[in-house]
């Protein structure tokens, strides 16, 4: 069995404030990437005692460097600095059988989520062929592209509501539960390893009962941004054409492809 974990920053166990624990130069990110460990190596072993026999790890929060190397589960492989996951080795394709999310958060202009945003902090919508998503569902329709499931998402309570809504069936790990944009009520990071490891376990334990998310080709990824300049500043490049005064709109055939082009460049 072949299992492919994101691994994101704002859903992590004890994770509630941007300023002062998300970022490289926040005064708590160590703390932070020591909780992302905890979080991540709960999903490594329970991958393991499942019957996973290759585990591969993508470091998706703001340049890939968070995953400790030295204190990552053996058992698995990690893809730091965020380079482009169209297709492996960094990208996830075909041989896979389960993708699994740790440290997820809901989608920008959620109500009541907890540090809400789609991975930019300047896009306020995102669409794929006009159903309106955020990370999880943009991830889970990429790794869908080729078949593989999304079957277990850990983060707070409103984003396994997001992700229900959107996906249906779905093994959820909530280790917070969100109090407004910068609160929550939290559970310590010992349960947090506990649930985690139990619902990936349970996950990859009925991989039969989960459909791969599926949009239909040619994919259309329209993007509202919260200000008109990066919207023209995504509309320079390549692909990718203005739609209104803040819109942007891309096409392609290969959904891997296109985002994951798109992102890299626009991040750059």
């Not at 585990?55 to 058992?75: F, P, T």
């Not at 692909?239 to 994951?260: F, H, N």
Request: net charge negative; aromatic share 6%; with cysteine.
């Amino acid at each position: 069995m072949k299992v492919y974990i994101l691994v994101d920053g704002e859903g992590i166990t004890g994770i509630v404030n941007h300023p002062l624990q998300v970022m490289p130069d926040s005064p708590g990110f160590a703390e932070m990437r020591a909780l992302l460990m905890s979080d991540l190596n709960a999903a490594v072993e329970g991958a393991s005692a499942a019957g996973a026999g290759e585990i591969v790890v993508y470091d998706m929060h703001v340049n890939g460097l968070n995953v400790i190397l030295e204190q990552l589960h053996a058992r698995a492989r990690a893809v730091l600095g965020k380079p482009p996951k169209a297709k492996p080795p960094a990208g996830i394709d075909e041989s896979y059988d389960a993708l699994i999310m740790i440290g997820y958060h809901s989608m920008a202009e959620t109500i009541g989520g907890l540090l809400p945003h789609t991975y930019t902090l300047d896009m306020k919508e995102l669409r794929l062929n006009g159903v309106l998503m955020g990370e999880i569902g943009l991830e889970a329709a990429m790794a869908g592209s080729v078949g593989v499931p999304m079957v277990m998402v850990s983060g707070d309570d409103i984003a396994m509501k997001e992700t229900e809504a959107l996906l249906g069936d779905f093994e959820p790990a909530v280790v917070k539960y969100a109090v407004g944009e910068s609160g929550a009520l939290c559970l310590t990071p010992e349960a947090s390893r506990a649930i985690i490891r139990e619902r990936t376990v349970a996950a990859l334990g009925r991989l039969k009962d989960f459909t791969p998310y599926r949009a239909d080709p040619p994919f259309h990824i329209e993007i509202e941004f919260y200000e008109e300049s990066s919207a023209k500043k995504a509309s320079a490049l390549n692909g990718v054409s203005r739609k209104g005064a803040r819109g942007i709109l891309m096409e392609g055939s290969d959904l891997p492809l296109l985002w994951e082009s798109f992102l890299s460049a626009y991040t750059a």
